[in-house]
């Protein structure tokens, strides 16, 4: 869909809004709405919101990180069409910045600025100052990158105003257009989990029946397994692999040797690894977890362990690697069980739901046991047959792979998309008062906007 540009156009004087139509207005943000200062003092409010993607969210006020009921006092209180914005850790939070409409009255930490619009149709200006951010108007005012910001920093934000009416056709418009985007990101993120449901249904078919359908069974002695292949092997996995090798194997080493070093975040899903990292043996061989070429590695932290993170640790420098505390590391025995099948098994659903079973920890600290790897009993089939698994599994993981791929770079490209609709509605550089009749709008604007109110 194309739409026109306004007519005539004027330069802004905003580094990042080249040009608005002739007719918007430039305004400071102290002109159009006020920092929200109503204390939640007394416990006058107890429905606790958070601000999470982008909206606002309910949390169960008795079990917030177990903050005691008198420190909600020190929360703020937030009306409906209130614009919440997070301001603080600015310089570590490399995404954009986090904000939000409320749709509810509630509290929210006073570690968010919450501002209440004057004489702006609400919605409006939560997309402008959204559209603000994709430039990060937010992280460069006062010279340079700033760890947090206040109202008082913003208060001479220029705010590009359309009239009223078409500030309401404007964010009816996006409203409707971002809610199509939205339905089509949904349907691409619906399809990915279909196509990861079908990956794990077919690796754990494979590692735990084979792929015969006409194989000859036999009762496998595992409650969780049931029947698998006659001529398979029921082993724990102690018995096919060493798990946690010892970092003596490095002792002969110059100090200075450098080897890999994978941190969580180098280690994906998808048992694909980031291996730009390296590190001399000095720096790592106490406080990480030590592997070598061929050794199979396994998240064992919520929720890295329930996502898949680990893989074969191939190429790595020098043949040897370091990385994380929360990876357990087994190392295949010869003729016993392959990299790639062990690697498989530990990311079938059978073997996650069990591990998942075990952990032990609370919240965010739960861990899968040592012991469960260890012990966990499995059918092997013989080393031909393993190697046979895995590249059929290879084989036809790697087209659902593409497809996921697929859909992801859909999602990428209807986000930006997403992002230049609201930066070319809010900012004026499309015309969209044809769209949606006046009626409409000006409806709009009586519901939701305030009186003009202008302080120094």
């Known amino acids: 869909m194309s739409f026109p540009r306004y007519p005539e156009y004027r330069a802004s004087g905003i580094p990042w809004v080249e040009f608005i139509p002739t007719a918007w207005n430039i305004l400071p943000l102290y002109a159009i709405a006020k920092e929200c200062d109503d204390s939640n003092q007394g416990m006058q409010e107890k429905n606790l919101l958070s ?37 603080t850790d600015l310089q570590n939070d490399q995404r954009s910045l986090r904000s939000a409409l409320v749709e ?24 402008l100052l959204r559209a603000y951010d994709t430039t990060k108007v937010f992280y460069s005012m006062g010279g340079g990158l700033r760890q947090s910001m206040k109202f ?72 969780w397994l049931g029947e698998v292949p006659a001529h398979w092997e029921v082993k724990r996995l102690r018995n096919v692999a060493t798990l946690n090798p010892s970092k003596s194997e490095v002792a002969h080493l110059p100090r200075d040797t450098e080897v890999s070093f994978l941190p969580m975040e180098a280690i994906g899903e998808d048992g694909a690894l980031n291996l730009d990292r390296t590190r001399p043996i000095g720096e790592v061989e ?21 996502n898949g993170k680990g893989a074969v640790m191939r190429r790595l420098h020098n043949g040897h690697g370091f990385g994380t505390t929360e990876l357990i590391v087994a190392r295949p025995s010869d003729g016993k069980v392959a990299s790639d099948y062990l690697h498989l098994l530990f990311t079938s659903r059978p073997f996650r739901r069990l591990g998942e079973a075990s952990m032990y920890g609370a919240g965010g600290q739960k861990r899968v046991p040592d012991d469960f790897v260890r012990n966990f009993a499995v059918a092997f089939p013989p080393p031909e047959e393993q190697t046979a698994i895995a590249t059929f599994l290879d084989r036809e993981t790697a087209k659902l792979y593409t497809l996921m791929t697929e859909a992801r770079t859909a999602i990428t490209l209807l986000q930006e998309r997403r992002i230049a609709l609201i930066s070319a509605a809010v900012t004026g550089q499309i015309d969209v008062r044809g769209w949606e009749s006046a009626d409409k709008a000006l409806n709009f604007i009586a519901a939701s906007a305030c009186p003009v109110s202008v302080k120094g």
Do not use: W
């Open 51 to 87: 601000l999470s993607y982008g909206r606002i969210v309910q949390k169960d006020i008795n079990s917030n990180d177990g903050l005691l009921p008198e420190s909600f006092e020190t929360y703020q209180i937030v009306q409906p069409n209130d614009i919440v914005l997070r301001l």
């Open 104 to 127: 509810q009255t509630g509290i929210i930490t006073s570690a968010y600025l919450a501002v209440r619009s004057q004489g702006v149709v609400p919605r409006f200006l939560n997309y």
């Open 152 to 223: 008082a920093d913003l208060k001479r934000l220029p705010i590009v105003l359309p009239t009223q009416q078409e500030q309401g056709m404007i964010a009816i418009f996006l409203d409707r257009e971002t809610a199509k985007i939205d339905m089509l990101v949904a349907e691409q993120q619906k399809l990915i989990a279909l196509l990861q449901e079908k990956r794990q249904a077919v690796i754990s078919r494979a590692v735990t029946k084979g792929l015969s359908p006409d194989s000859l069974m036999k009762d496998s002695g595992v409650e």
């Open 286 to 306: 106490s406080g990480y977890t030590y592997f070598r070429e061929e050794d199979v590695t396994i998240a064992k932290i919520t929720p890295c362990f329930e």
